[in-house]
């Protein structure tokens, strides 16, 4: 399996696990507006060192925390709980893509989520594998870049 | 007989869910308190006793871990069971806490299901 498809795999079931949502993975990248995507970032270690990034539009992370919470996506609970919801979920997402490229016996340092700007969109894209996803309508993208 | 519960997790959501998720697994709960990192958790454990500790591994200002560390020091709090709620995939990172005396460790995500276990387990029903 490469790297694509291990990105594919673990997003769709982390998503479905994680706050019971559905996606396809696209064949390409899709159109976006920049203005309406949000991104976070983690760099881990062990015997190489990289970075897994997510790029999603505003309305994933509206679902994942209304999803997380039990809540409707319109309940301001769940629009104000999008970012960490989306930290959490590019946490979650991340320890368990180490884990099936790794596996379980690798010691792996993972940072805490951060933050990005959509200008590092473009940079991730071009310096490593990517993964794009369908998920209700929105569109986001998984990234692991190693050094 | 009713218990009170300290989560310790950076991510306010996790601490929501954990909050919703404990309420709903028909243990009596006192209280449920929430840390946002191990430093907060020492405070909190300065005014209030808790009968079980969920805790994130990697948190800033103090991990779970070196929180863990502190709790085992203390006649007072080493007898607390410390369950891990992290998404450390390495077995040999988990063998290395369960060395260290962590009473379980769960796996992000998680099920209510996981946590009510957990808590029947350590508590009964």
Known sequence: ??????????????????????????????EIKPTKMMGCKMTFDNDQVGIITLFCEKEIAILLAANMLGCEEDDQIAIDSAESAFKEFTNILSGNILTKIYGTEVVINLSLPKLIDISELQLSEEIGDCAWFDVDGYKMVVMISVE | MSYSILIVDDSDIIRTVLEKTIGLTGVDI??????????????????????????????PKMGGLELFEKLRESSEFKSIPFIVISTEGSETRIMELQKKGISGYIRKPFRPENIKETIIKIFGD
């Open chain 1, 1 to 30: 399996m490469d790297t694509k498809e291990y990105l594919e795999i673990t997003t769709m079931s982390i998503l479905e696990e994680s706050a019971f949502l559905f996606s396809e993975p696209l064949e390409s990248s899709p």
């Open chain 2, 30 to 59: 006192d209280k449920v308190v929430s840390a946002e990192n191990g430093l907060d958790a020492l405070e909190k454990l300065k005014e209030n006793w808790f009968d079980l500790i969920f805790c994130d591994i990697h948190m």
